[in-house]
């Protein structure tokens, strides 16, 4: 009898979004350890940076300057592929797989996507106007915090369906703010947590209408109360 592959349980959505996040970074590592791309391979990474990564000084030139090339747009949209180290990128991705079973069976593929690119996008937005400096915003974190956001509403429905503490579903969320403050404080941080907290909110704010039912669903629960 032959066992069911764990992949077969995941939605279509987030498991190519899981092979693009870790096969670019398979490619990049293996470049780095001179196994593909020859001398050049060990570049690769920052050649990844300068090319898809996000920047307030992006955001400045297309809003100060009214500079709008597709170069600079898609650097909103582009940045999730590249990651500063392979444990960067591996967290990413396992948290994509994690949360892609969830969000994706309750939210189906088109709305899951949906989440990840506004979180992502908006994300780096809000990063660009509020970072101090112009560190690179690199990482797929905000649109997965996007996806935490949506897992938060799908889960603080459910626990008031059983009369449970909603706030509860809160819980996960807080847990990794406490991490990041704890990270923080003993290794120092990077200004990607306003991104990352920026696309939970948004995450948290767009998932009403891309949850089952949608904004007449919602309107309707809020008649309720």
Excluded: C
């Excluded at 349980?9 to 970074?25: C, D, N, W």
């Excluded at 297309?62 to 392979?86: C, N, Q, W």
């Excluded at 509860?168 to 923080?184: D, E, H, K, P, Q």
């Excluded at 948004?202 to 039912?213: E, I």
């Amino acid at each position: 009898m032959s066992e069911e592959s764990p992949f077969n349980a995941i939605p279509a959505a987030p498991l190519l979004l899981f092979l693009a996040v870790f096969g670019v970074e398979l490619a990049i590592s293996a470049a780095a350890q001179g196994f593909v791309g020859g001398q050049e391979g060990v570049g690769w990474r920052i050649a990844l940076f300068d090319r898809f990564a996000f920047a307030p000084s992006v955001l400045d030139v297309m809003v100060e300057r009214g500079i709008v090339t597709v170069d600079l747009a898609k650097r909103l949209v582009t940045y999730p592929i590249a990651h500063a180290s392979f444990t960067h990128a591996l967290w990413a991705s396992v948290l994509i797989l994690a949360l892609g079973k969830f969000v994706g069976e309750a939210y189906g593929s088109p709305a899951f996507l949906t989440v990840f690119v506004v979180a992502t996008v908006f994300g780096a937005l809000i990063y660009g106007a509020l970072a101090p400096g112009n560190v690179p915003l690199v990482g797929s974190y905000p649109g997965i915090y996007g996806l935490i956001g949506a897992y938060t509403y799908v889960l603080w429905l459910r626990l008031g369906q059983i009369g449970e503490n909603q706030y509860r579903a809160f819980t996960l969320i807080g847990i990794l703010v406490g991490l990041m403050l704890i990270y923080s404080i003993f290794f120092g941080s990077t200004p990607w947590w306003i991104a990352e907290l920026s696309g939970f909110v948004v995450g948290l704010a767009v998932a009403p209408l891309l949850a089952p039912g949608g904004w007449t669903a919602f309107l309707a629960r809020l008649r309720r109360r």
